[in-house]
């Protein structure tokens, strides 16, 4: 996967009371979702927001981490667009596919009335997603599906840093696309239906 989590040194995943993950999932309610589409390209995909937002429930349905209480807003962009947020927060000067900002976590116990906990932002740009499903023979709205989901998945902790790491987040990726009935998007290229 040709992202970016912009974030360093992530808290590691803690499942309740501050235990290291051990495995298990719990169930969350999803996170709200804001989507904002920035560039026109976007316009004739009607189906964009609501492929985005199942992907993230059933992602936020199969994590470790509660989301039901925290929002996050994901920017649909073109290439021009990823390009200058990838220059400007990661110094590389090229377009990719989805990026990730993490936002930092409050330390303390929310109090009612608070405002909800931000997860973060992610930003799709049109034109590589476009380019690598038609390369890679997958239907757009699966590979949409994918990205959406990996960027979810860095808001809350997963990357891709180690071999060891890499394997535990495209092993939760196959899981929750295989929920939505997506096929295997890290096996060998076969013309998906």
Request: hydrophobic share 35%; with cysteine; net charge negative.
């Amino acid at each position: 996967m040709s992202d970016g989590s912009v974030a360093d040194g992530l808290p590691p995943r803690r499942g309740p009371a501050g235990e290291r993950n051990s495995g298990t999932m719990i169930y969350s309610a999803s996170p709200a979702t804001e989507i904002l589409v920035v560039a026109d390209c976007w316009r004739a995909e009607t189906n964009a927001e609501p492929v985005i937002l199942r992907a993230l429930e059933t992602a936020a349905g199969m994590i470790d981490a509660d989301t039901g209480d925290a929002e996050l807003a994901i920017m649909l962009t073109d290439d021009a667009g990823i390009r200058t947020l990838n220059a400007n927060w990661r110094g590389i000067d090229k377009p990719t596919n989805v990026l990730s900002f993490p936002a930092l976590q409050p330390t303390g116990t929310p109090a009612p009335g608070d405002a909800p906990r931000m997860l973060g932002d992610i930003a799709i740009a049109y034109e590589t997603l476009r380019r690598e499903a038609e390369d890679e023979h997958k239907p757009f709205d699966h590979h949409l599906s994918h990205l959406a989901i990996h960027g979810f998945l860095h808001l809350v902790g997963y990357d891709h840093e180690t071999d060891q790491d890499a394997e535990e987040m495209e092993g939760l990726e196959r899981k929750i696309l295989a929920e939505l009935g997506i096929p295997d998007p890290y096996a060998p290229h076969e013309r998906e239906s």
